[in-house]
């Protein structure tokens, strides 16, 4: 018997005979003697692992799933806007909190990340046989104290990025700009301006608003899909505390020459500086041909058409560069709360050397070098190393090194070259995906790491198998040789008013 798993966001076909066999194949213990004996057929395993979503019978509930899935594919869903109108229904879906009051916001949030803390606890107990993080400091029921959540410090309006879609809206026009409603797999696709929205600033919706207004009077027509054709495609909007606005427009060069596109460069130039679009005031436009659903800088450079190349922050005491392909978090006050709570957990001083992973522009780590005898950073973006050293030459930081390229490349050898007894204070923040497990086994088996910070924004995702192989045994099969580390505190960080979602910071020491 096979059935098509879903959990975790994984979809593949799964053998059903045995929960060790799921579990293998989700890799969460690809090896049995990650379990103790006692742990290995533990009751209600189902209920353990899909949590109470899945209750009932094991089996039938994924059967169950995939056969939802079958009705659906036969009957297509439309959407259409019966039940509330398509700003109601935008807004229950990218901002799912909006009804509620921020103190009922945090109150959710706060019970969500005990419930994925309450999860993890069982998984830790299943692995060490007992409870390996007894000694520490605990909340009642979970494995280590679990401080109160940080509200933002901005309910509204808060996000210094936005990325708008352009497609069809509710009444047809193709040139719609806003935020998607609907599935790609159902053909339903229906883009809603997102003027209404509480997490937008007003700022990003004039924008949206004058580039929509441009695709209208623009001969060109928009690029809904990649084998269809058309030109004009998403806009990003980047803004930052001093009011100061980049915008990003994307393009699909499809077979235009060079010289029709300097056409198409210049007409967007003239309409954002001279025509209609110049009540935005932006500070910089690029223009970004892109021939893939979405480019790096290295892949298609973004081309400046005017304006400044950067726009800058000021943040802890700091100013931070930051270019139109760098990370940065999309709520600045909210931001400055998460890196207070990084520096406070990671107690570093001028002993230690701070260890930051996938930095980003470097905040962390610039924020901590005067408390550290050294930072050294590596960040996957090129554009964002550039802003981290230009920041750091800026401000008159000299105890930091920034590294481009992939972690689990470049962090082994960079650990090798600092086995000198001192000890190591790491910090990671990785994207939703979490770390690629050399980075993990690069860390368990540094033995001047003492101390992590893991800064999770999905910590019931892949994060939960990098703690477990943080925590677990030493395990020769998977290459975790050294001592685990112990979860001791766990402080949430509301960066996302509205939503359901939250940062979670992770103290780790061994």
């Known amino acids: ?16 005979h045995s929960a060790r066999c799921f579990l293998s194949r989700v890799d969460l213990f690809s090896k049995s003697e990650l379990l103790p004996r006692c742990a290995r057929k533990p009751p209600c395993w189902s209920q353990l692992f899909l949590g109470s979503a899945c209750k009932g019978n094991f089996t039938h ?7 939802r899935g079958q009705k659906s594919q036969k009957k297509p869903r439309h959407l259409g806007p019966p039940e509330g109108s398509w700003q109601e229904r935008l807004a229950d879906v990218v901002t799912p909190l909006w009804r ?27 692995l060490n046989g007992v409870n390996g993080t007894i000694a520490a400091p605990r909340s009642e029921g979970l494995c280590c104290f679990l401080h109160p959540i940080i509200p933002s410090p901005v309910i509204d309006g808060y996000r210094n990025k936005s990325t708008f879609s352009v497609n069809r809206g509710p009444d047809g026009n193709p040139k719609t700009v806003g935020y998607y409603l609907g599935s790609w797999r159902e ?52 803004t930052n505390s001093q009011g100061h606005t980049m915008a990003i427009i994307t393009f699909h060069p499809q077979e235009l020459t060079q010289e029709e596109l300097c056409v198409q460069k210049e007409t967007i130039k003239e309409f954002f500086t001279k025509g209609p679009g110049a009540v935005c005031d932006l500070t910089s436009l690029y ?37 139109p392909d760098a990370f940065f978090q999309i709520n600045t006050a909210g931001a400055e709360m998460l890196y207070r709570t990084v520096g406070e957990l990671s107690g570093v001083n001028s002993n230690t050397i701070l260890l930051d992973i996938c930095c980003g522009t470097g905040v962390i780590g610039l924020s901590l070098a005067p408390y550290t005898s050294q930072v050294l950073g590596i960040e996957l ?23 481009t390229g992939r972690a689990e490349k470049i962090l082994p050898q960079l650990l090798k070259s600092k086995e000198d007894g001192q000890l190591i204070v790491a910090v990671v923040n990785p994207a939703r995906a979490g770390l690629h497990y050399q980075v993990v086994q690069a860390i368990r088996n540094c033995r001047a790491i ?15 198998r990098n703690i477990i192989e943080l925590c677990c045994p030493p395990n020769s099969a998977k290459k975790l040789l050294g001592e685990p580390f112990v979860l001791r505190q766990a402080v949430p960080v509301d960066l996302f008013p509205h939503t359901p979602h939250c940062e979670l910071v992770l103290l780790f020491t061994r």
């Not at 018997?1 to 059903?16: C, D, E, N, T, Y």
């Not at 509930?61 to 056969?67: D, E, F, T």
């Not at 003492?450 to 994060?463: A, I, N, Y």
């Open 1 to 16: 018997m096979s059935v098509f798993l879903w959990w975790a966001g994984i979809k593949r076909r799964v053998p059903m």
């Open 61 to 67: 509930v994924i059967a169950k799933k995939h056969q």
């Open 100 to 126: 509620l009051s921020y103190e009922e916001q945090l109150k959710m949030k706060f019970e969500a990340q005990k419930k994925i803390l309450q999860r993890l606890e069982s998984y830790l107990k299943m």
């Open 187 to 238: 053909r339903n696709i229906v883009c809603v301006r997102s003027n209404h929205l509480k997490n937008i600033p007003e700022k990003h919706n004039q924008v949206a608003k004058y580039y929509e207004i441009f695709l209208q009077q623009s001969p060109m027509e928009p690029c809904l899909l990649f084998h269809e054709g058309g030109y004009w495609r998403e806009l990003i909007v980047r």
């Open 287 to 323: 223009f970004q041909e892109s021939t893939m659903t979405r480019c790096s800088h290295q892949q298609s450079p973004y081309q400046l058409l005017f304006g400044e190349p950067h726009i800058f922050e000021d943040l802890l005491g700091l100013k931070i560069r930051i270019s």
């Open 381 to 403: 973006v090129e554009q964002a190393v550039e802003d981290a050293r230009w920041t750091a030459a800026f401000n008159g930081i000299t105890n930091c090194e920034f590294h």
């Open 450 to 464: 003492r101390t992590l910070v893991f800064v999770s924004c999905k910590p019931q995702g892949e994060t939960t």
